[in-house]
Every structure is written in C-alpha cells, then in structure tokens.
C-alpha cells in the first residue's frame, strides 16, 4: 500500500508518518517544509502553500504522478484545494467527503447550525455583513467579544477583541483570510477542551480527550501542554457530532467548559491535531489505530485512559520557548522532563528530526504550525530522498 501525505508543516505529520511506515506503508510526505533527509521513507519538499498561484495544478500533477493508493491531505486548505480537482485525481482520497461535509467545513456558520441541531449547545453569534456593524455585535455581545473567520487553521482566523476600535481592526484583518465574512460570537469564559478518536461513517472506534493547560498562542494557538480529560458529557457531545456528519477517519472537535461543567462547541479539525500523540502517551495509540485502520483492521475494542495525566507535548514545547527566547527557565525543568519523557525513544532518527525541528524555531517563531506563502513552484516530487 502507499499513501500520498500532504503536509503542512505541523509538529505532529512526523508521528503520524512514523507509525504509517511502521505499519508496512509506504509514505511519501510531500511537505511545505525546508528539505531534510528524511527517515520517514520518501520526502517530496516542493508541496507549495495551497493559496500560491498556480498550486492547483501543482496539487494535479502530483497526484497524477504518485499513483498513491491513498491520498491524506493533513489540512483543511490542503482539502480546500482537492475538493476543486477533477473527479479522477480524487477517487483515492481519504476520507471520501460529500457535498454536506465539505460546505459545512468551508463554513464555520453553517457548521454552527448543524451542530446546534443536534442538541449541542454552541456560543451566541452575530452575522457581520460589513465591518460597520461591528460596533452593534460588540454591544449586543459584550466585551471580550470573538471575531472569527469561516475556516479553522489553528486558530489563526479567531481573534479576542475589546472595544470598537480594536474590533474593526480585526474585521479588516480576518477579511482577506476568511473565504466567507466573518462574524462575532460571544466570548466563552472557561477552559478548552478537545475530544478526538478515529471514526468508521461516524461510528466511534476510539475517543481521546483533553483540556489545554498551555497553548502557543494563548489563548486561541495549538496546546503544547495538555491534561486527559474524562467525561461522559463530552464523550455524548461528540459521538452526537460525529454519527451526524457520518465522518470517516480522524477527526477532533473543540469545547470550552465553563465553570459549572457545561461545555460550548467552538470547531472541528477533520485532521489528526497538535496534541494527538498526547493520546499516545496516555495509552491510546491513535495513529497506530489509524494505520490499520487504513490496511482494513478494526480495533475490537474501546482503550479506557486515565483521567487527569498531563503531558506535555515534544518538540511543540521545546519549540516554543526556543521561540519566545525563554528557554532554560528554571520553573520549566520540570516540564522539559515530562515532554523528554514522551518522546519517541525507540525511534532515534524521528526524535534528531523533531530536535532539528526545534532548533528550526529559533530562527523562525512561526516554523512549526504556519508556513509562509511562496509563489514558487517546481516540478511534484522533483526530487525524491530515500532514507539513510
């Protein structure tokens, strides 16, 4: 079998590769990320960013020329521009998405609406037509209110505003990024929290939750530090969600908890997330369930985990206190331990790549959850490393 992944650039492709190719998968990871040889069988570094010119046609002819049994693209801009190819380049992308999955994931109001009529509770919201009427949701709302954009991305189209000026400002803000308005919603107090798992058509196969205890970019960025969550309430939230939109494969959908244990949904990331391997180090071994999931194996059972566990996520924490220049603080050692802890061990060549990784956000703050945009483009896979 060989799968086509198409990345990104996240923290987490590499565990997800890893376990892929162990499960005796061929992998070629086409990536957004500087060239590197690669451990993870083969590496294609010229995956430009979905929204450079010309990408379409890149995303045609690599998929053309893989012949991949499967193809995984690992985001929701990455889907964006799939779901626009001809039908015969996509028959063997993963999941197969149908007309309602796609606009509901191209659209955060129309997802709203779908989940609220499923009994879960969501935030109040406002439609913004222009940004003039972003004084009245601010006064409608209150302050702190959320402006979001129509897509996720790791919490790049959500900002916190306060008052009218800084509102209009991130209305100007969101607009370019958002493919649809954007609109404001009310600000949630509480903590975050995510539950996530593998589903066959919406069936439940396995479930992992979490609540953020650090983000990279508080509050809103990927979570670096986590503690396992469990509780019946999510866990009916999410097989609700889930059963509904009949999704296949990984997938996570966010809450906020307020401090009476009630739980707001804010979004779904049809994708593995930031802090999946944390399920991994619980005991629950998400990707790995996931590769034979993809071989046709079904797991005959739930793994239970236990309730409480932090984990604190490597190399995503390592990288950002390299990027924020606050690494070697005394008050962290502790959470060095934990995360060196988690790390793959067994596998040396995949924790020199996350190190590298690491160091790669001391030059550049942003490498590890976002990629620049580049109009250049060059042949799909031109060059190809096998491993050393």
């Given at each position: 079998?060989?799968?086509?992944?198409?990345?990104?650039?996240?923290?987490?492709?590499?565990?997800?590769?890893?376990?892929?190719?162990?499960?005796?998968?061929?992998?070629?990871?086409?990536?957004?990320?500087?060239?590197?040889?690669?451990?993870?069988?083969?590496?294609?570094?010229?995956?430009?960013?979905?929204?450079?010119?010309?990408?379409?046609?890149?995303?045609?002819?690599?998929?053309?020329?893989?012949?991949?049994?499967?193809?995984?693209?690992?985001?929701?801009?990455?889907?964006?521009?799939?779901?626009?190819?001809?039908?015969?380049?996509?028959?063997?992308?993963?999941?197969?998405?149908?007309?309602?999955?796609?606009?509901?994931?191209?659209?955060?109001?129309?997802?709203?609406?779908?989940?609220?009529?499923?009994?879960?509770?969501?935030?109040?919201?406002?439609?913004?037509?222009?940004?003039?009427?972003?004084?009245?949701?601010?006064?409608?709302?209150?302050?702190?209110?959320?402006?979001?954009?129509?897509?996720?991305?790791?919490?790049?189209?959500?900002?916190?505003?306060?008052?009218?000026?800084?509102?209009?400002?991130?209305?100007?803000?969101?607009?370019?990024?958002?493919?649809?308005?954007?609109?404001?919603?009310?600000?949630?107090?509480?903590?975050?929290?995510?539950?996530?798992?593998?589903?066959?058509?919406?069936?439940?196969?396995?479930?992992?939750?979490?609540?953020?205890?650090?983000?990279?970019?508080?509050?809103?960025?990927?979570?670096?530090?986590?503690?396992?969550?469990?509780?019946?309430?999510?866990?009916?939230?999410?097989?609700?969600?889930?059963?509904?939109?009949?999704?296949?494969?990984?997938?996570?959908?966010?809450?906020?908890?307020?401090?009476q244990g009630d739980y707001r949904f804010l979004e779904i990331n049809p994708r593995p997330w930031a802090a999946i391997y944390a399920a991994h180090n619980c005991g629950v071994p998400l990707l790995r369930t996931f590769a034979a999931y993809l071989r046709g194996e079904r797991a005959p059972r739930r793994?239970?985990?236990?309730?409480?566990?932090?984990?604190?996520?490597?190399?995503?924490?390592?990288?950002?206190?390299?990027?924020?220049?606050?690494?070697?603080?005394?008050?962290?050692?502790?959470?060095?331990?934990?995360?060196?802890?988690?790390?793959?061990?067994?596998?040396?060549?995949?924790?020199?790549?996350?190190?590298?990784?690491?160091?790669?956000?001391?030059?550049?703050?942003?490498?590890?959850?976002?990629?620049?945009?580049?109009?250049?483009?060059?042949?799909?896979?031109?060059?190809?490393?096998?491993?050393?």
């Amino acid at each position: 079998m060989k799968i086509l992944a198409l990345d990104p650039g996240w923290d987490h492709t590499p565990y997800l590769v890893a376990e892929l190719a162990k499960a005796g998968i061929e992998v070629v990871l086409a990536t957004t990320l500087p060239e590197e040889r690669y451990f993870l069988q083969r590496y294609c570094k010229q995956l430009p960013a979905p929204w450079a010119a010309g990408s379409h046609d890149f995303y045609a002819r690599l998929l053309r020329d893989q012949q991949a049994d499967l193809v995984l693209p690992l985001s929701e801009e990455i889907m964006e521009v799939i779901w626009q190819l001809p039908e015969n380049l996509t028959q063997r992308v993963f999941p197969q998405t149908t007309p309602l999955q796609r606009t509901l994931l191209g659209d955060r109001t129309q997802m709203y609406a779908f989940i609220e009529a499923q009994g879960v509770p969501i935030p109040r919201m406002m439609a913004l037509g222009d940004r003039d009427e972003v004084p009245a949701a601010l006064e409608a709302l209150g302050s702190p209110m959320v402006l979001r954009g129509t897509q996720g991305l790791a919490g790049l189209q959500v900002m916190i505003v306060r008052d009218v000026h800084e509102a209009q400002r991130a209305y100007d803000d969101l607009v370019p990024r958002s493919p649809g308005p954007p609109f404001a919603q009310a600000f949630a107090m509480g903590r975050r929290c995510l539950i996530g798992g593998l589903f066959d058509r919406g069936q439940a196969l396995q479930l992992f939750s979490q609540t953020t205890v650090e983000s990279l970019r508080p509050p809103t960025g990927p979570s670096i530090r986590v503690r396992s969550l469990r509780d019946p309430k999510l866990e009916r939230y999410a097989e609700r969600i889930f059963a509904a939109l009949e999704w296949d494969g990984l997938a996570c959908a966010e809450f906020i908890q307020d401090s009476q244990g009630d739980y707001r949904f804010l979004e779904i990331n049809p994708r593995p997330w930031a802090a999946i391997y944390a399920a991994h180090n619980c005991g629950v071994p998400l990707l790995r369930t996931f590769a034979a999931y993809l071989r046709g194996e079904r797991a005959p059972r739930r793994i239970e985990f236990p309730d409480g566990k932090e984990v604190v996520l490597f190399p995503q924490f390592i990288s950002a206190r390299l990027a924020a220049g606050e690494f070697g603080r005394l008050r962290d050692v502790g959470s060095y331990l934990r995360s060196l802890r988690g790390a793959p061990w067994s596998r040396p060549m995949l924790v020199l790549h996350m190190l590298r990784r690491a160091m790669w956000s001391r030059r550049d703050p942003e490498s590890a959850e976002e990629t620049p945009p580049t109009d250049e483009l060059a042949a799909p896979c031109e060059r190809v490393n096998e491993p050393s």
